[in-house]
Nanobody
């Protein structure tokens, strides 16, 4: 049974930082691209960042490039999202995902999801 469990969300002021974690089980971690999507109220779920299983490449949405950093710890089967210089428009539920593809930016095509963690950025 695949489980992705996110943690680290919360309330932060604009300009602040948070680090999200996602612990994975039930998958061969090294064979999955791990990533993050987010969904703001009334909006579609959107791609944020991914760490490919092949070559260790990272990918970011333009809106977070230079502010967010994705990393993974294979010993702990955990992927992280370091979020700096947070803005009110970053407010959303953040979802961890795992997929066998090298990069998947379409939420509808992602194989596995976590339940999400809420990030609220106050102005």
């Amino acid at each position: 049974q695949v489980q992705l469990v996110e943690s680290g969300g919360g309330l932060v002021q604009a300009g602040g930082s948070l680090r999200l974690s996602c612990a994975a089980s039930g998958i061969t971690f090294s064979s999955y691209t791990m990533g993050w999507f987010r969904q703001a109220p009334g909006k579609e779920r959107e791609f944020v960042a991914a760490f490919s299983w092949s070559g260790g490449r990272t990918y970011y949405a333009d809106s977070v490039k230079g502010r967010f950093t994705i990393s993974r710890d294979s010993a702990k089967n955990t992927v992280y999202l370091q979020m700096n210089s947070l803005k009110p428009e970053d407010t959303a539920v953040y979802y961890c995902n795992a997929d066998r593809s090298l990069l998947e930016k379409r939420a509808s095509a992602v194989r596995y999801w976590g339940k999400g963690t809420l990030v609220t950025v106050s102005s």
